[in-house]
């Protein structure tokens, strides 16, 4: 866990993002204000781990996932918030889905390419085989002539 409370709250970059993302453009917000919702964004996710938490010990599992989430959502009154939360998981495991797809994609490619190298290789070795092979033979008919 951490050592200082500060340790707990969220990147200032972030929070400021968050909030100019969130108001109107012209609309300023003093230091103070956004430390204030830093520490109530931090406390938050705190309590909203905690609670997601308690549903994943509940279950005998040591990891949590999405639906803790979204039962701690619901345990903490935030029930207004469950569709949007559920369209932003959606859209992320899209997201997460094509990439993968794109990666599985580009595997297979740079596969191919390197079977196909290898063909040609093997061709080639096969042919620079034959060759030496023609030559032996031809020495060999020219032993026996003599």
Do not use: W
Request: aromatic share 4%; net charge negative.
């Amino acid at each position: 866990m951490a050592e200082r409370p500060e340790d707990l709250n969220l990147p200032n970059a972030v929070i400021t993002r968050i909030i100019k993302e969130a108001l109107p453009d012209g609309v300023n917000v003093s230091k103070e204000a956004r430390k204030a919702i830093s520490q109530a964004a931090s406390i938050f996710v705190l309590y909203a781990t905690s609670c997601a938490n308690n549903f994943a010990m509940k279950a005998k599992r040591k990891t949590l996932n999405a639906g803790d989430v979204m039962s701690a959502m619901e345990e903490m009154e935030f029930e207004r918030f469950l569709q949007p939360l559920r369209q932003a998981l959606e859209a992320y495991k899209k997201g997460q889905k094509g990439k993968k797809e794109a990666s599985e994609q580009k595997r297979k490619e740079k596969k191919n390419i390197t079977d196909e190298n290898d063909k040609s290789r093997d061709e080639e070795e096969d042919e620079h085989m034959d060759d030496e092979q023609e030559g032996e033979n031809e020495g060999e008919e020219e032993d026996v002539e003599n």
